[in-house]
């Protein structure tokens, strides 16, 4: 064999190595960029409801699950019913309401740490914006490494409380690692601001990440059940049915569907997050 052809062709042999490996490395990046982020390693979890009964509802035996792995669970509830009987005029702030008390209940049923009432009434006309500060400001204070809500995007949503809900915990989770916004402290940067890990939704017809809820789907349904005024038999039949429709085609029993976003996804970013 000629020397020249003994080159050509080991010159193509390392060509075609280093092809390869740009491609596994393009391959490797590629999936750090379109995989969703996960939701087992993290250490702090805050959970925003629109309503006392949302995230028993919508992500109860997600929450379950990561309390079984160690998970700090926090709920906030953005809206509750002091300002729905007239029962509680004149002392929105002195009594505990029925759906509160079944709130803290159904915490307490599935080992979650209570972060608070927002105090905004159901249906109320508050913006997003509004809202949105309120929960920054609880972001900042537990610092979790992902907030969850209802999916304001959900294509057959029709509840203003869950879209304005679910595009505040948007605006929150970015606005809270801003270190100007809303406003500076004594004319200097803010220390308290946050960088969350990333946004999930529960509710969501675009999931990108299926719960094994099998082994927690009785907690969940216990959990549900502390919400007395609400628990009627045909929503506690349907919960059960649909969470055996996500599960269809895989090996689980029950599942729940989110959509997970990272910190990295979470602006300009139009790749799909698969």
Known sequence: MKIKEIFRKRNNSIKFATAKSVLTAATSAADLLCSP????KA???????????DNQIGAGGTIAWLRSLGVEVYELTVTDDRFAEPEYIGKENEVQTI???????AQQMLGMKNAGFLGFAD??????????????????????????TADPNLSNECHSDHIKVGNAVKYAVMDAQCNF??????????????????VGFYYTDAPNTLVDITEFEELKMKAIKCHVSQAEPALLAAIMLQQTMFAEGTEFKAAEPLRLISDLQMHCFNLPIV
């Open 37 to 40: 982020p996960d939701l087992s």
């Open 181 to 198: 916004y809303p406003e500076f402290i004594d004319g200097k940067l803010r220390e308290d601001a946050w960088k969350c890990k990333g």
């Open 43 to 53: 250490k702090k979890v805050l959970f925003v409801q629109p309503h006392p009964d």
């Open 123 to 148: 249906k109320n006309d508050a913006s997003e914006r509004e809202i949105s500060l309120k929960i920054v400001e609880v972001i900042r204070e537990i610092k979790p490494d992902y907030v969850l």
């Open 99 to 105: 759906r509160q008390k079944e709130a803290l209940a």
